[in-house]
Each structure stands twice: as structure tokens, then as C-alpha cells.
């Protein structure tokens, strides 16, 4: 299997979602007011996949709160919106750093106010202030323009400037775990974006509001597309596309000492989700290394066959190399139990409706609610054994 990411090995869906782009709406959208409570109310009433807001520090009160230039007397504050945004069950937040070492106060916000899988970083963004690998990689936009010195000067006096301030932009990432970079759709050409390929990295462009750039980033699968214009880039849209919604999203990291452990997960699915997919992958899922598996294998073929006649057939722990890792999954929704995939298999996709449901599972009697479910760590033998959990939601 193929590292991805740290914590995140790539399967089938991991290849789709790498083609798909995602829609922020910028930040006073289709003519509502920037940093507004009418643009957020706005936002989430529409299918984009993130919202984008302006953040800075309160300067009198130390709160955080949203403006481009400068905080108004009465500001909206990020509690505010991140409250607002928590009754939606997907949307993400996209928070522009308007000034420097805003990081951690942003995430400490966003974990009280259970945010932090749904929020993005982008603007005067400091790695150094944020120590979780999988959040550097998957949930910071790397503005080019914060990180190349004295960009803009240079691309103004020499366009082609670009090209090279793209290359050292991607080694900047790749150096800090970063895989999304940020930047001004206007400087983004084909060669820019073989740069960007070459060294696969996913780009975000800002802000795009002709029909006509729309449609050639969407062509091109950027990664995110920022736009004022958010009702009509959604038009362009293949219905199927803009209808599938990630539920959750989590990383693991398991050891041999959590063997016969379970590990609790839950999500939200809303109102009018047809389908559900579950995408579950581990890796490694058999481990072959002598000293680790031995002692294993031999305590099981003493309790299994310690009475059985070795002259018939002689047992060797050695023959039963390598030993697969098998953790399984089960699910339920509003407590009813729905069933477990108890396979071996590292991959894993399960698919369940009110019609139809993977092998191990039950048809739920209706698909909006809570639900539950659990990965069970039957044996892991491996020092460090890797997992990822997605579940998407099928909308009508």
C-alpha cells in the first residue's frame, strides 16, 4: 500500500478525492456585506464546501474577531460564527490570519466549539504554531505570497517570477508537511500548474470570479477554487459532483499494546443523505517480521493445537509467517445495532442505505440522525500500526 500522508495510506477514494474541487465562498459573496452575519447566514445556505472570513484580534478586548483592515467597533466574532456554522453538518470554515500568531487562540477556539476538523488556516499562517502533522497537511492553505520574500515586487517587475517562486514555495511545503498551497488565481498558468503536479502538491486559487476561469480551474482539478460569485460557480457543477459531503475524517496510530482495544467513533448524517460510504484502511496489514510474530504464533498453536499429534503432521510456528493484523468495524444508528465487516482485508468500502447495505450489514430504517460505531483492534502486532476512517454521505 502507498503512503500518502502520515497516518493516511492512498485507496480508491483517496484517488477521487484528490480529483475533486472544492468551492470556498469568499467572504461578502454574491453581494453580501464582508464579515457579515448576513454573509455567513448566506454562505451556509448555499453547497459550497467552505465559507471564508477575515480574522484578526479584537484590539480591545483580546477577542478574536472578523475584518479585513481593521476590527469595527461592533465586530462579529469568530465564537459567533463558529457557532453559527456548527448547526450545519459540513461546511468548513476558511479563516484568513489578517496578522501575525493568531494560530493557537483560532484552534483552541475551534476545539471548544467542536470545529476543528471543518476549520482551514490560510493568510500569516505560522507552521511552527501548529504542531498536528495531519492538520499542516490537510487543513493550512500555505499563502505563497506570506512565504516567498518580497513576491509581489518581484512578480510585478518580472512576471516569469512566478515560476521559480512556485518551485521554492513547493519545496517550503514539502519541508513542513504542508500539501496545499494558496495563492492569486491571476499568476496561475499551465506552467505554474505542472509545477504544482510535478511536485504533488495541491494548489487553492483566490479569487476567481469569471465564468471562464471558474471552468478552467474546475477543468484543470484544482484542489479549492475561492470565489465572490459562489451561487453561480455552483451552476457549473455536475450535479453528482456537489452532492457527496464527508462526514468525518480521522487518522489513527496503534501499537501491539493496543490490541483487544475498540475505538469509538460518531458523526452526524443530515437530512436528505441517500447513501452512505464508508472507506477504512490500515497499513501494514500483515506483519512478517520474525521476533515480533513468533511468540504470538507459538502461543496460539500451543493453545490451539497443544494436544495434536506432531508425528501426523509437524506444527512449526515459522510456517504460519507472516501474521496478519485484523482490525474489523461495525456500526449503528440511533443505538440500533446495524452489523460488522469482520474481514481482513486493509481496504475496506461499505456501503449502506435504506435499501441496500454491504455484506455484514443491516438496511437502516432511515438514514438522517446519530450515528455510532466502533473499530475493534481484534490483534495488532506491528510497532506502529497506521489507520484511516472516512464516511461520506450521498446526497439527493
Same mark, same amino acid.
Given at each position: 500500500?502507498?503512503?500518502?500522508?502520515?497516518?493516511? $495510506?492512498?485507496?480508491?477514494?483517496?484517488?477521487?478525492?484528490?480529483?475533486?474541487?472544492?468551492?470556498?465562498?469568499?467572504?461578502? *459573496?454574491?453581494?453580501? &456585506?464582508?464579515?457579515?452575519?448576513?454573509?455567513?447566514?448566506?454562505?451556509?445556505?448555499?453547497?459550497?464546501?467552505?465559507?471564508?472570513? /477575515?480574522?484578526?484580534?479584537?484590539?480591545?478586548?483580546?477577542?478574536?474577531?472578523?475584518?479585513?483592515?481593521?476590527?469595527?467597533?461592533? &465586530?462579529?466574532?469568530?465564537?459567533?460564527?463558529?457557532? %453559527?456554522?456548527?448547526?450545519?453538518?459540513?461546511?468548513?470554515?476558511?479563516? #484568513?490570519?489578517?496578522?501575525?500568531?493568531?494560530?493557537? %487562540? =483560532?484552534? +483552541?477556539? +475551534?476545539?471548544?466549539?467542536?470545529?476543528?476538523?471543518?476549520?482551514?488556516?490560510?493568510?500569516?499562517? /505560522?507552521?511552527?504554531?501548529?504542531? #498536528?502533522? *495531519?492538520?499542516?497537511?490537510?487543513?493550512?492553505?500555505?499563502?505563497?505570497?506570506?512565504?516567498?520574500?518580497?513576491?509581489?515586487?518581484?512578480?510585478?517587475?518580472?512576471?516569469?517570477?512566478?515560476?521559480?517562486?512556485?518551485?521554492?514555495?513547493?519545496?517550503?511545503?514539502?519541508?513542513?508537511?504542508?500539501?496545499?498551497? !494558496?495563492?492569486?488565481?491571476?499568476?496561475? /498558468?499551465?506552467?505554474?500548474?505542472?509545477?504544482?503536479?510535478?511536485?504533488?502538491?495541491?494548489?487553492? =486559487? @483566490?479569487? =476567481? !470570479?469569471?465564468?471562464?476561469?471558474?471552468?478552467?480551474?474546475?477543468?484543470?482539478?484544482?484542489?479549492?477554487?475561492?470565489?465572490?460569485?459562489?451561487?453561480?460557480?455552483?451552476?457549473?457543477?455536475?450535479?453528482?459532483?456537489?452532492?457527496?459531503?464527508?462526514?468525518?475524517?480521522?487518522?489513527?496510530?496503534?501499537?501491539?499494546?493496543?490490541?483487544?482495544?475498540?475505538?469509538?467513533?460518531? $458523526? %452526524?448524517?443530515?437530512?436528505?443523505?441517500?447513501?452512505?460510504?464508508?472507506? $477504512?484502511?490500515?497499513?501494514?496489514?500483515?506483519?512478517?517480521?520474525? /521476533?515480533?510474530?513468533?511468540?504470538? =504464533?507459538?502461543? +496460539?498453536?500451543?493453545?490451539?493445537?497443544?494436544?495434536?499429534?506432531?508425528?501426523?503432521?509437524?506444527?512449526?510456528?515459522?510456517? $504460519?509467517?507472516?501474521?496478519? !493484523?485484523?482490525?474489523?468495524?461495525?456500526?449503528?444508528?440511533?443505538?440500533?445495532?446495524?452489523?460488522?465487516?469482520?474481514? @481482513?482485508?486493509?481496504? %475496506?468500502?461499505?456501503?449502506?442505505?435504506?435499501?441496500?447495505?454491504?455484506?455484514?450489514?443491516?438496511?437502516?430504517?432511515?438514514?438522517?440522525?446519530? @450515528?455510532?460505531?466502533?473499530?475493534?483492534?481484534?490483534?495488532?502486532?506491528?510497532?506502529?500500526?497506521?489507520?484511516?476512517?472516512?464516511?461520506?454521505?450521498?446526497?439527493?
Amino acid at each position: 500500500m502507498k503512503q500518502l500522508l502520515p497516518g493516511k $495510506f492512498l485507496c480508491r477514494k483517496d484517488v477521487e478525492d484528490m480529483k475533486q474541487t472544492n468551492w470556498t465562498a469568499h467572504s461578502g *459573496a454574491d453581494g453580501t &456585506p464582508d464579515n457579515s452575519l448576513q454573509f455567513i447566514r448566506y454562505a451556509l445556505g448555499t453547497q459550497a464546501d467552505a465559507l471564508e472570513i /477575515d480574522i484578526r484580534r479584537n484590539p480591545c478586548t483580546g477577542e478574536l474577531a472578523l475584518g479585513h483592515d481593521s476590527v469595527e467597533e461592533h &465586530p462579529l466574532t469568530l465564537r459567533e460564527v463558529f457557532v %453559527q456554522a456548527s448547526g450545519h453538518p459540513v461546511m468548513k470554515i476558511n479563516c #484568513d490570519l489578517k496578522e501575525p500568531a493568531l494560530e493557537r %487562540q =483560532v484552534l +483552541a477556539l +475551534a476545539e471548544q466549539t467542536g470545529m476543528t476538523q471543518r476549520l482551514i488556516l490560510s493568510g500569516t499562517v /505560522d507552521i511552527t504554531h501548529i504542531p #498536528d502533522a *495531519a492538520f499542516r497537511a490537510r487543513q493550512v492553505y500555505w499563502n505563497l505570497e506570506e512565504q516567498i520574500p518580497e513576491y509581489e515586487e518581484k512578480y510585478q517587475r518580472d512576471p516569469s517570477f512566478r515560476l521559480e517562486a512556485m518551485e521554492q514555495m513547493c519545496q517550503k511545503c514539502r519541508e513542513a508537511g504542508v500539501q496545499v498551497i !494558496n495563492v492569486w488565481e491571476g499568476c496561475v /498558468d499551465s506552467q505554474v500548474l505542472d509545477i504544482v503536479r510535478r511536485h504533488q502538491m495541491k494548489l487553492s =486559487v @483566490w479569487t =476567481v !470570479n469569471s465564468e471562464s476561469r471558474m471552468a478552467w480551474f474546475l477543468d484543470q482539478g484544482v484542489h479549492n477554487i475561492t470565489t465572490r460569485r459562489i451561487a453561480q460557480a455552483l451552476t457549473l457543477l455536475p450535479k453528482q459532483e456537489r452532492k457527496a459531503v464527508c462526514l468525518l475524517e480521522q487518522t489513527y496510530q496503534w501499537s501491539a499494546q493496543d490490541t483487544s482495544s475498540d475505538v469509538a467513533f460518531s $458523526f %452526524q448524517c443530515p437530512a436528505g443523505v441517500e447513501e452512505l460510504v464508508v472507506s $477504512f484502511t490500515y497499513s501494514p496489514g500483515e506483519e512478517a517480521t520474525r /521476533d515480533i510474530c513468533l511468540p504470538a =504464533v507459538q502461543a +496460539a498453536v500451543t493453545r490451539y493445537y497443544g494436544g495434536y499429534p506432531q508425528e501426523i503432521e509437524p506444527m512449526t510456528a515459522e510456517q $504460519f509467517l507472516p501474521v496478519k !493484523n485484523l482490525i474489523t468495524l461495525s456500526l449503528a444508528r440511533e443505538g440500533v445495532y446495524l452489523g460488522n465487516a469482520h474481514r @481482513w482485508a486493509p481496504e %475496506q468500502e461499505h456501503v449502506l442505505s435504506c435499501r441496500y447495505a454491504s455484506s455484514g450489514f443491516c438496511c437502516p430504517t432511515a438514514m438522517s440522525g446519530t @450515528w455510532t460505531g466502533m473499530l475493534h483492534l481484534h490483534e495488532v502486532l506491528s510497532p506502529i500500526c497506521k489507520g484511516y476512517l472516512r464516511i461520506e454521505g450521498r446526497m439527493r
